[in-house]
C-alpha cells in the first residue's frame, strides 16, 4: 500500500501549512505498562489492557477500517483511571473496561466520528500525584 491508496486522513490538531498529511487516519496508542502488584498507581496491565488492545485489533481488521494503527504504549500517566487510551489526531481519552466498551469506541468514534462521553477521561479526572496534595 502506498500513501496514496489511504483515505484521506483528517488535519491534526494545531496543524500549521506545510505539515505533511497525517500518516494514519486514527493511530490509538493503549497502554500496557505493568508496575508490580503492591504499586500504589497500579497499572493498565493489570486492569486487562493487553486484552483489550488485541481485541481492538482483532476488531478494526474484521470491521476493514482503513488507514488505522493500533499501538502498545508505555504508562501515559494516567494509571489510577485505566485501561487508558488515546486517539490521534482527535487526542480524546478513553477508559475501556470490557469488549462491549472497545466495540462501542470502535462504532462510534473510529467509524462514526463520534464520541463515547461515558468512557471518556478528562483533565481533572486524575488524581492527585502519588506522595502530593490536591
Ligand atoms: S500504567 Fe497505564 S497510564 Fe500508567
Redo the contacts with the bound molecule.
Keep these: 500500500m502506498t500513501p496514496d491508496d489511504r483515505a484521506p486522513a483528517p488535519k491534526a490538531i494545531n496543524a500549521v501549512e506545510g505539515d505533511p498529511p497525517q500518516f494514519y487516519n486514527r493511530h490509538v496508542f493503549v ?1 500496557t ?1 505493568e ?1 508490580p502488584p503492591a504499586h500504589p ?1 497500579g ?3 493489570a486492569k486487562g ?1 493487553a486484552e483489550l488492545r488485541d481485541y481492538m485489533k482483532k476488531r478494526a481488521k474484521e470491521l476493514d477500517l482503513k488507514n488505522v494503527r493500533i499501538n502498545n504504549a508505555g ?5 489510577e483511571l ?3 487510551l488515546v486517539i490521534y489526531p482527535e487526542g480524546v481519552w478513553y477508559s475501556p473496561k470490557t469488549r462491549d466498551d472497545i466495540d462501542e469506541i470502535l462504532a462510534t468514534h473510529m467509524v462514526g466520528g463520534g464520541r463515547v462521553k461515558r468512557l471518556m477521561l478528562k483533565p481533572g479526572d486524575d488524581p492527585p500525584p502519588v506522595g502530593k496534595k490536591a
Excluded at 75 to 79: A, D, F, Q, S
Design positions: 497502554c505498562n508496575r498507581r497499572c493498565c496491565a489492557s504508562c501515559m500517566e494516567r494509571c485505566g485501561p487508558s
